[in-house]
């Protein structure tokens, strides 16, 4: 966590961070940082569940990029057609720490995934893409209700995500951390 309250280690994190993503210079940047699904042995994420024509669509009207990094556990990349690639970035692979890419990041959608505690540090916003939240509650379950945790909006369907993005109000982060 020291990184995130370094001025030096942040400038370092988002130069890092722009050379891995160039595409992210001086654009709105959304990460898309999930949890993985299942058995760590057979992780998955249900990329079905995304509608990545319109969320591209909604990318070029807002000048964003939309960069995708799964779990670790998750081996299959985001099937993202190469006419999206412009806009929407699969960065799963990418030799880049996830916490230093967070210094270009301007809006975070995640789901259960620990990120929220580091991106927290930034004071940036996040939104919730909880379309299984009744099961994963089921399933895995929390210390404390995730409604009464989370420090941003929850949406269930993809429609109310895509929504919320349209609504979210946010500049790129360009001046130096």
Do not use: C
């Amino acid at each position: 966590m020291d990184r995130f309250f370094d001025p030096a280690a942040r400038a370092e994190g988002r130069a890092a961070a722009l050379a891995a993503f160039p595409q992210a210079e001086g654009r709105t940047t959304i990460l898309f940082a999930p949890t993985f699904r299942g058995d760590p042995r057979a992780a998955y994420y249900d990329v079905d569940r995304l509608d990545l024509t319109a969320l591209h669509a909604l990318a070029v009207q807002k000048d964003a990029v939309v960069i995708f990094k799964m779990h670790p556990f998750v081996r299959e990349p985001v099937p993202i057609p190469e006419a999206l690639t412009d806009r929407l970035i699969d960065g799963t692979t990418a030799p880049i720490d996830v916490n230093d890419l967070l210094f270009v990041v301007d809006l975070l959608i995640t789901d259960y995934s620990s990120i929220v505690f580091e991106f927290s540090t930034l004071g940036r916003p996040m939104l919730f893409f909880a379309y299984d939240l009744d099961e994963y509650i089921a399933e895995r379950d929390f210390y404390v209700p995730f409604e009464a945790f989370v420090p941003g909006r929850i949406v269930r369907k993809m429609d109310a995500l895509l929504e919320a993005i349209a609504l979210w109000e946010g500049a790129p982060v360009r001046a130096a951390l």
